[in-house]
């Protein structure tokens, strides 16, 4: 293989390399944003879910104090009672006691209703906060995991740009220059390797002609996509009895 082909190979595959370390990269923040935001809303939940059970306690505190004024009053009434001087104030006392009675059970109904509605909101709030305690421990973990692999994968780039700088300056200047405009016009990917006899990257078949210039070493370019096309010596007899067959086509 002509060393400037050997070192375009060498540079596709460090630029291919290099672009998956800068998507990871820029991936890692979109990803932690997303968990984070996930555990920003589960923290909504359970605060929403703390604010209806604080609620529900504050409501039942209220009619529970509602009721003891109502008692209070009763025996209040009930005194009074005692110092009736007709049958008429004595059927008015008896008639407001009724009356706190009738309240005192309406509201020891609906503390009823809350302590009802309360059991599966304290069991859904311990639930919650037992879970987004272990949530937070994982986000956590997840950024200074992201942390750590952007820390590496930056190192990693620097290693390849100057593993690139040095495969680069061994290309003759014209070869790398058709190198450089090929990535940049399709899709960062300049070479494509000849398996059974096609292009790799577009699938075209290539001619027999073209793959026995290849094989001797020759420069060729896809007459589909446009791409430096490599020819790598087959590796075992089923990709030698592949090339063959494709030869044959």
Known sequence: ???????????????????????????????????????????????????????????????????????????????????AKTNEQYRAFQHEIEYCQKQIRDLEDRILDLMTESEPLEAGVKKAEAALAEERKRVEAEKQDAKSRTAQDQKDLERISATREEVAASMTKAFYANYERLRKARGGIAVSEVVEGMCSVCHIALR???????????????????RILIHQPPQSFEDLAGENAAAAR
């Open 208 to 226: 027999p002609g073209v793959l026995q210039e290849l094989r001797q070493g020759s420069v060729h370019f896809c007459d589909s996509c446009k």
């Open 1 to 83: 293989m002509l060393p400037d082909l050997a070192a375009a190979l060498r540079l596709q595959e460090l630029d291919s390399r290099a672009e998956e370390l800068r998507k990871e990269i820029a991936a890692l923040p979109k990803h932690i944003q997303k968990i984070e935001q996930t555990l920003e809303s589960h923290q909504r939940k359970l605060d929403a879910d703390r604010a209806a059970l604080a609620a529900n306690q504050k409501d039942r505190r209220k009619h529970e104090g509602d009721i003891q004024v109502h008692e209070q009053k009763i025996s209040k009434l009930r005194d009074q009672m005692l110092q």
